[in-house]
């Protein structure tokens, strides 16, 4: 399985960003993709997720602001990105494989086995 990001820039604040990951050698049809960011002196925190039937989860920080979608085959995860603000600066992931680590867990929460290299995104005020 591979996963690989485009789609980071440097952008102004209230700009927009769209980022794509493209995904090989993944078959599932039942389990999660998601985008994951990690910020400045923070750990990664899981932003949007995504199942087999489009259904999507949002971080409460990107909520209103990022889109996810994916294309029929689920080869193609994008993540659309509005109004963007500095606190958004961060390495964004793609992530395929989630599962639960217990009950409850949001999507975005779930444990992912396969991440890409990441894709720079940096908003300046």
């Not at 920080?61 to 996810?68: E, Q």
């Not at 994008?78 to 109004?83: D, F």
Request: with cysteine; hydrophobic share 25%; aromatic share 10%.
């Amino acid at each position: 399985v591979q996963l690989m990001e485009s789609g980071g820039a440097s952008v102004q604040s209230g700009g927009s960003l769209r980022l794509s990951c493209a995904v090989t050698g993944y078959t599932s049809t039942s389990r999660f993709l998601a985008w994951f960011r990690q910020t400045p002196g923070k750990e990664p925190e899981g932003i949007a997720s995504i199942d087999s039937d489009d259904t999507t989860t949002y971080a409460d920080s990107v909520k209103g602001r990022f889109t996810s979608s994916q294309d029929t085959a689920r080869r193609t995860l994008s993540l659309q990105m509005n109004s963007l603000k500095s606190d958004d600066t961060g390495m964004y992931y793609c992530a395929a494989d989630g599962i639960p680590r217990g009950w409850g867990i949001p999507p975005i929460e779930y444990e992912y086995n396969y991440y890409g290299q990441g894709t720079q995104v940096s908003v300046s005020s």
